[in-house]
């Protein structure tokens, strides 16, 4: 055989085996039912996230995330990887994770057009309070606390009240306070 067929072969088998070794050493994010992000489990399924908080009563955390989202990454990498971040999530939440790419109805039934977007529901699916974008380990542990907080404090004294627990927002970054009629 000829050495530059043979370089030629030796140069394909290897091209085949990076193929190959790229294809299954590759993380893989997500599956039909699930979803593996920040050392995580989440479903994919907002209806069923919401079964499961009611069954459990417990809040939601519904992120809205992209493959292509360096911002995303960072959220799941550094927050999301956070201990006191992760037990939180893991103890007192019902994960649910959205893809943009994949799933524009629920995006757009919030009016999420852009990730990372982190939105907190009750079990119902009322909006307790939502992230725009990315936050630190921090900011994001601060929130999750006190809907945690919060949620439980309410969902004690009124176990099937369907109300949205908190008004603030920070879509536009305003602290927005109802108003006690007396």
Aim: proline share 3%.
């Amino acid at each position: 055989m000829k050495p530059k067929k043979l370089i030629n072969i030796v140069a394909i088998v290897l091209m085949v085996g990076f193929a190959y070794a790229a294809i299954n050493i590759a993380p893989v994010l997500s599956d039909e039912e699930n979803t593996y992000l920040g050392g995580l489990v989440w479903t994919n399924f907002l209806d069923e996230g919401l079964a499961a908080a009611q069954e459990q009563h417990k809040p939601v955390l519904v992120y809205f995330w992209a493959v292509w989202c360096q911002y995303c990454e960072l959220f799941e990498t550094e927050t999301l990887h956070d201990s006191k971040v992760n037990a939180a999530l893991k103890n007192d939440f019902i994960l649910v994770a959205v893809d943009l790419d994949e799933n524009r109805e629920v995006a757009s039934r919030f009016g999420v057009s852009y990730p990372p977007h982190e939105l907190f529901l009750d079990e119902y699916g009322n909006i307790i309070t939502r992230i725009p974008g990315y936050v630190d380990a921090d900011t994001f542990y601060s929130v999750v606390s006190d809907v945690s907080s919060n949620y439980n404090s309410n969902s004690n004294s009124n176990s099937n009240s369907n109300t949205n627990l908190n008004s603030n927002s920070t879509d536009n970054g305003d602290d927005q306070v109802e108003e006690a009629v007396i």
